[in-house]
C-alpha cells in the first residue's frame, strides 16, 4: 500500500491490492493518513500464540492436501518446548503463514537424520537450550497469497532470531520438488543438486533456498518417504549466522535461557467420610484451597473421585451404575464453585475427578481443571480399570493434551493411565514439564502400582509428577469399601533434584497436604545437560507414540520439510 496526492495535492488516495480509493477531498491531514494506514489490511509477522493453533493446522490443511499431518498438538508442543522460535504472517488477522524451528547441537543437526528423528515426530521435543544451531523443521504459506513475499519474511525472522540469540546458524531438510522426474537422468541425487547448483536445470524450492544464502552440505536419505516428488530425499542446509562471535561466551554466560522458575505445588490427601448435606463438603474443599493460598502454591490438586462422598447423602445405598449417574447431577454446582474458589483464592486447582454422562449417554471419569484467570479445562480419564468399566461402566476418553497455565504446560493422567507410558510421553512431546495424578487405590499393593509408574514417568520422560489420593472409607457407598495412599511430588533422578526423587511425601492413610517448590529451569537443564538425557536420546529410527484421538484412521505419518507453497516468492539478497 502506497499513499499518494491527485492534482493540486487535495485528494489523499490508498494504493492497495484492490485499486485505489479516495479518503478526502481536502488537503490531507495527519489523522487522514493515521486513518488510511489503519483501513488496509496489515501483514505482520510475530511470534506464534496458543489462540493461533486453529488457524495454523487449517493452514496447513490447505497447504498439505491431500495428506495434511499437521495436528493441533503438534503446534502446541512446539509453541510451548519453544515459544521464541514459532512464528506466524498474519493478513488482516488471519493466518498465511507459519513457520517452526526449535535448537539443536551440532552433533545432531549436521549428521544424517530423518525428519521424524529430528523433530522427535512433529513436536520439536528434541529442542536443546543449550545447542548451537536453529533448526528449521516447517515454512508453509498459504496458496492464495502467493505475491506478498511471505516466504521471504519467514526467513528473515529465523535469520533475526538466529543473530539475536547467538547461534551458529540454521540446519534444515529441504524439498527437491524436481528429483523425482528427473531421477532417470541423474540416478544419483547429489549430481541432481549440482546440475541445480550449477544452473544446468532449474528447482525453485532449491533455488530459493540458495538464494537466501544457504548452502547444501549433503543430501538426506529417507528424510521423508512420503515425499514423492522429492523420491523421498532432502537437500541438508545450513545457514551460517555471519554474525556469531569468533569467541562464543563460556558455559553460564549466555542469554538465551530464561530466569529461574519455580512453581509451588500442593497435593491434598484427602479422608473419605459421610456429609450431612452438600455444603459440608464445599467447606471440605474450601478449607484445604484456603490453606493452599496461604502458603502462596500455584496448584493445589485433589484425588480421583473426591465428588463420590456425596453419595452418602443418599437415603439408601445405590447400586454402582445409579450412584454414579447420581452424581453426575451434581456438575453444575460443582464446576461452579470450585471455579470461583480457583478465581477468589488465586490459585489453580486439579479438581480431582468427577463422573459425568456424555452427549452420547456413556459414563466418563473426568478431572476438571480451574485455573486462576477464571477458564475451566476438562480432561477425561483414558483408561478405566476392569472394575470401574464392571460396576460403574465407565467409558475411556480418546485424547491426551497439555493445558496451557500461567505456570506453563501441565498433563493430566488419573491414576491407571500412569501405568500407561505412551499418556505421560504424548503430554512431555506437548511441552508439559508438570503431570498430575489423581489417584484412588483400595489397598498398598494397588497403591505401589501407581508410585512405582508415576516415579518411572518422572525419569523418563524429566518431568515432576504430583500425586493426590483418597483415604478413609465410606461404608454406605457401593464399591468405595477401603482407600490407600500416601501422596508425594515426584522428581527425576538426578543432582538438581532431591536425593531419592521425591520432592515431598505424606504419612499413610492420613489426612493431610503437601507443598514443595519445583524448579522448572533445573527441570530444562537436566534434560539439555544432565547425567542421563532421556528425552533427547530417544531413538526416533525405532519408535514413535502415534496418537489417534479414538478413531480408527491411519495416523497421520508424513514428514514434511521446508515447504513454502506456490510460486516461490522473491528471494532476499544473500
Known amino acids: 500500500m502506497t499513499l499518494g496526492f491527485r492534482g493540486s495535492r487535495s485528494e489523499l488516495y490508498v494504493f492497495a491490492e484492490g485499486g485505489e480509493h479516495s479518503l478526502a477531498r481536502k488537503a490531507p491531514t495527519s489523522d487522514d493518513v493515521e486513518r488510511a494506514v489503519a483501513a488496509k489490511p496489515k501483514l505482520i509477522v510475530r511470534r506464534a500464540k496458543t489462540d493461533d493453533v486453529p488457524q495454523i493446522v487449517e493452514l496447513g490443511r490447505r497447504v498439505y492436501a491431500p495428506d495434511p499431518s499437521l495436528t493441533a498438538r503438534m503446534v502446541k508442543g512446539q509453541i510451548n518446548n519453544f515459544p521464541e522460535g514459532q512464528f506466524v504472517a498474519e493478513y488482516d488477522g488471519r493466518i498465511v503463514g507459519h513457520c517452526a524451528t526449535f535448537i539443536i547441537s551440532a552433533d545432531v543437526g549436521l549428521k544424517p537424520h530423518t525428519w521424524r528423528e529430528i523433530t522427535g515426530n512433529g513436536y520439536a521435543s528434541r529442542h536443546d537450550a543449550d545447542g548451537d544451531y536453529l533448526y528449521g523443521m516447517e515454512i508453509s504459506v498459504d496458496p492464495e497469497f502467493r ?26 531438510g529441504g524439498r527437491m520438488p524436481g528429483y523425482g522426474r528427473r531421477r532417470r537422468q541423474y540416478p544419483d541425487p547429489h549430481d541432481y543438486v549440482e546440475a541445480v547448483r550449477n544452473r544446468e536445470i532449474r528447482d525453485t524450492t532449491i533455488g530459493f533456498q540458495i538464494a537466501n544464502g544457504f548452502e547444501v552440505i549433503g543430501v538426506l536419505e529417507d528424510y521423508d518417504p512420503e515425499d514423492v516428488q522429492s523420491a523421498g530425499y532432502a537437500t541438508h542446509m545450513v545457514w551460517r549466522n555471519p554474525r556469531y562471535p569468533d569467541e562464543p561466551e563460556g558455559k553460564g554466560q549466555s542469554d538465551r535461557l530464561a530466569p529461574s522458575e519455580t512453581v509451588r505445588v500442593a497435593t491434598v490427601q484427602l479422608q473419605m467420610r459421610g456429609l450431612i448435606d452438600r455444603e459440608e463438603f464445599k467447606k471440605q474443599i474450601e478449607y484445604f484451597v484456603d490453606v493452599a493460598a496461604d502458603y502462596r502454591a500455584d496448584f493445589v490438586v485433589f484425588p480421583e473421585n473426591v465428588t463420590l462422598q456425596l453419595l452418602s447423602l443418599e437415603p439408601k445405598p445405590l447400586q454402582p451404575k445409579e450412584g454414579v449417574e447420581r452424581i453426575a447431577d451434581y456438575t453444575d454446582w460443582f464446576l461452579e464453585f470450585m471455579s470461583a474458589f480457583a478465581v477468589s483464592y488465586n490459585v489453580n486447582i486439579i479438581g480431582g475427578t468427577h463422573p459425568i454422562v456424555d452427549s452420547d449417554g456413556e459414563i466418563r471419569n473426568v478431572c476438571y481443571v480451574f485455573l486462576r484467570d477464571g477458564s475451566v479445562h476438562q480432561r477425561d480419564k483414558i483408561h478405566p480399570t476392569p472394575s470401574e468399566s464392571y460396576w460403574w461402566n465407565i467409558r475411556g476418553g480418546n485424547r491426551a493434551e497439555v493445558i496451557n497455565s500461567d505456570c506453563g504446560p501441565i498433563g493430566i493422567m488419573i491414576c491407571y493411565d500412569s501405568e500407561f507410558p505412551e499418556v505421560a510421553r504424548h503430554l512431555a512431546d506437548q511441552g508439559a514439564m508438570i503431570l498430575f495424578v489423581p489417584f484412588c487405590t483400595d489397598e498398598r499393593r494397588a497403591y505401589l502400582r501407581v508410585r512405582y509408574c508415576c516415579h518411572a514417568r518422572a525419569i523418563e520422560n524429566q518431568c515432576y509428577v504430583v500425586m493426590s489420593g483418597v483415604v478413609g472409607n465410606l461404608p454406605n457407598v457401593e464399591n468405595m469399601d477401603i482407600h490407600y495412599a500416601e501422596s ?8 538438581a533434584f532431591a536425593r531419592d526423587g521425591i520432592a ?58 521446508e515447504k513454502v507453497s506456490g510460486p516461490p516468492v522473491t528471494p532476499p539478497k544473500p
Open 147 to 172: 505475491r506478498l513475499r511471505i516466504g521471504r519474511r519467514l526467513y528473515a525472522a529465523r535469520q533475526n532470531l538466529c543473530e539475536e540469540w547467538r547461534l551458529k546458524g540454521i540446519i534444515f
Open 488 to 495: 508425594c511430588i515426584l522428581t527425576p533422578c538426578d543432582f
Open 504 to 561: 515431598a511425601d505424606t504419612a499413610a492413610n492420613t489426612e493431610t497436604i503437601a507443598f514443595a517448590d519445583l524448579s522448572i529451569s533445573d527441570l530444562r537443564a537436566a534434560r539439555s545437560a544432565g547425567t542421563v538425557r532421556n528425552l533427547q536420546n530417544r531413538r526416533f529410527d525405532l519408535y514413535r507414540v502415534a496418537w489417534t484421538d479414538g478413531d480408527r484412521r491411519r495416523a497421520p505419518k508424513r514428514g514434511r520439510q
